[in-house]
């Protein structure tokens, strides 16, 4: 086998990226028309940044992550390690158990993310965007998805998942990830009931909050019920009471592609302001409904 055809993956290559990009286009539009935040900088801006950042973690993304677990897959499947292969089933029903333990792998490593000081040094590129939307979707350091490549490589490799399985995953984890976060203000009746089953761009925006115990909520990525499971979920945080970004890190100017690129060697400073308050809101908003 040549090494153009182990590395083109038709499905994600010629059907998912076209999608993920359509659907881009079509966020991009619907939080400009219906916008749920206000923005602190203009989107230009801070488009350029992300997407400039966005170049290097796709080609990690593209080059490493997407062929390892496609390989992970077919190891799975040649030496029967995973669990989904040790049991008859119909297909769609290992569809869907494929996709629900690499979703839920998805949320472990988010979670992993936030709590080891490792892993939050690049995932912390991230968080200090000063807004949310579309293009926060790609901002990602290359630093964080390589030791994801063995984390949710496991995943596959436990569940069984087939590398078909795999390519589907990894297309609708890149079209959840973009949908919310984005700034698209759904209709609030109808948000609130998606975000039963899916994250949503209000349920992500507390996520994304400078109230650090906010921050530390709302970790799932496709499906929202890993959080009500593991109970760090939050919600019924009024959007135009949440500040988006990390406390020390509140001038734009200084979010240039080389620092972020460089963020995470560099020492990381501690959860406050410049002027070294913590941010803190009374009512934490953990239980109850979606707030508009």
């Known amino acids: 086998m040549s090494i153009r055809k182990k590395i ?7 059907i998912g990226s076209p999608l993920i990009g359509t659907l881009a286009v079509f966020f991009l539009i619907m939080e400009t028309r219906h916008p749920l935040r206000k923005r602190r900088v203009m989107r230009r801006h801070r488009a350029q940044r992300n997407v ?15 062929p390892a677990f496609v390989f992970v897959a077919r190891w799975s499947a040649t030496h029967k390690t995973g669990l989904l292969q040790r049991f008859s089933m119909p297909v769609w029903l290992h569809y869907f158990l494929a996709f629900l333990l690499q979703d839920y792998g998805s949320y472990t490593w988010h979670r992993l993310n936030h709590r080891l000081p490792f892993l939050w040094r690049f995932h912390n590129v991230h968080h200090i965007d000063l807004d949310l939307d579309v293009t926060t979707a790609l901002r990602f350091h290359a630093g964080e998805i ?32 973009q949908f919310h976060h984005s700034n698209w203000k759904l209709p609030y009746p109808l948000e609130r009931w998606l975000s039963y089953l899916i994250v949503t761009p209000r349920m992500h925006g ?30 019924n945080v009024p959007q135009d009471e949440i500040d988006i970004g990390v406390p020390a890190y509140r001038d734009f100017e200084e979010q240039t592609v080389r620092n972020l690129l460089t963020l995470p060697f560099r020492p990381q400073q501690p959860w406050q302001l410049p002027d070294g308050t913590v941010p803190d809101r009374t009512t934490l908003g953990q239980k109850g409904n979606l707030t508009p």
């Not at 083109?8 to 010629?14: Q, S």
């Not at 030791?147 to 069984?160: D, E, N, Q």
């Open 206 to 235: 507390i996520h994304h909050s400078i109230v650090r115990r906010e921050t530390d909520s709302n970790y799932s990525v496709v499906f929202s019920f890993w959080d009500r499971l593991h109970r760090t979920v939050r919600l």
């Open 52 to 66: 400039g950042l966005a170049t290097t973690a796709f080609v990690a993304l593209r080059l490493l992550q997407i």
């Open 8 to 14: 083109v993956f038709p499905v994600f290559d010629y």
């Open 146 to 177: 390589l030791p994801g490549i063995f984390y949710r490589g496991a995943f596959v490799a436990l569940s069984g998942a087939t590398p078909l399985q795999v390519l589907v995953y990894e297309i609708v984890f890149e079209a959840a990830t």
